[in-house]
């Protein structure tokens, strides 16, 4: 039935959700194996990663739009084009309320967070060829992330980031 399933998520509805990659859609599946698609606007636009967020939608990367898109439970789409236009890859709620997403951009991989009205930030990663992919929450109240290319793993302090302010 599906064609490239990536993502899935448990949904804040009690719902499981999933990209569909080579068809464009969100997946939503019942516990009872109800399924129902939602199409997204941007064709082609290759969803991978998904993750809910604190505003009650779930967000997700477009790796080929090179966008960030949202869909709330009923099935309504926004989508955030990416600033510098790199391809996001993974995704995860920060425990600051915003997304924080891997993106790959050439050479120059980033660390990027979005807030739920739209606004982007983006942090470069100083090792070079990282190959950012993996994100996640930790326990610490950090963001981590995998550096595939260097071999490492990398964090974002939110406390010194609040203090900085944008970069």
Same mark, same amino acid.
């Given at each position: 039935m599906w064609r490239s399933p990536q993502g899935i998520i448990a949904g804040p509805d009690g719902n499981l959700w999933f990209t569909e990659r080579i068809c464009n859609k969100i997946w939503k599946v019942t516990p009872a194996g109800s399924f129902a698609g939602f199409s997204i606007p941007t064709a082609n636009s290759q969803p991978l990663a998904i993750t809910a967020g604190r505003d009650g939608r779930l967000w997700f990367t477009e790796v080929e739009s090179m966008q960030i898109g949202t869909?709330?439970? /009923? %099935?309504?789409?926004?989508?955030?084009?990416?600033?510098?236009?790199?391809?996001?890859?993974?995704?995860? /709620? %920060?425990?600051?309320g915003?997304?924080?997403?891997t993106e790959f951009f050439r050479a120059a991989e980033k660390i990027g967070k979005l807030t739920s009205t739209g606004s982007f930030t983006e942090f470069s990663i100083p090792t070079g060829n990282s190959v950012a992919h993996g994100i996640t929450t930790g326990p610490d109240g950090t963001v981590w992330f995998t550096e595939a290319g260097a071999g490492k793993i990398g964090r974002v302090n939110l406390s010194s980031v609040a203090r900085r302010g944008s970069q």
């Open positions: 869909v709330t439970l /009923a %099935g309504s789409f926004t989508e955030f084009p990416i600033p510098t236009r790199g391809q996001p890859m993974m995704i995860t /709620a %920060g425990p600051d915003n997304l924080w997403f």
